[in-house]
């Protein structure tokens, strides 16, 4: 089972910007289907954004389009979040996920394994 690595969080003021990554430790990261997902305090884990294998194809929760862009690179068997604009209600744990399901752009996170531990984003106001 493919190990996924997050980094990149931070503390930033609302406005600002980070780059999240999620490196992944085999070259099989290509043939995956990989999700965004974050988690604020006593709340429940929240889909963020999607992206397909082959890069073709992403998808985004309504309250980041237009903030948030998702990327990989798989011949670094890396996966990028990038991340403008930030508001306070974006502040959570980030995590990355495999979706090995032909619905890649599942928003549930049931559909989704092989979980990283998460980096911290903290958005003050």
């Known amino acids: 089972q493919v190990q996924l690595v997050e980094s990149g969080g931070g503390l930033v003021q609302a406005g600002g910007s980070l780059r999240l990554s999620c490196a992944a430790s085999?070259?099989?990261?290509?043939?995956?289907?990989m999700g965004w997902f974050r988690q604020a305090p006593g709340k429940e884990r929240e889909f963020v954004a999607a992206i397909t294998s082959n890069t073709e194809a992403t998808a985004y929760t309504d309250s980041v389009k237009g903030r948030f862009t998702v990327s990989r690179d798989n011949r670094k068997n890396t996966m990028y979040l990038d991340m403008v604009s930030l508001k306070a209600e974006d502040t959570g744990v980030y995590s990355c996920?495999?979706?090995?399901?032909?619905?890649?752009?599942?928003?549930?996170?049931?559909?989704?394994?092989?979980w990283g531990r998460g980096t911290q984003v903290t958005v003050s106001s």
């Open positions: 996920a495999v979706n090995p399901n032909t619905h890649w752009s599942s928003r549930r996170p049931t559909d989704y394994n092989s």
């Open positions: 085999e070259r099989t990261f290509s043939l995956y289907n």
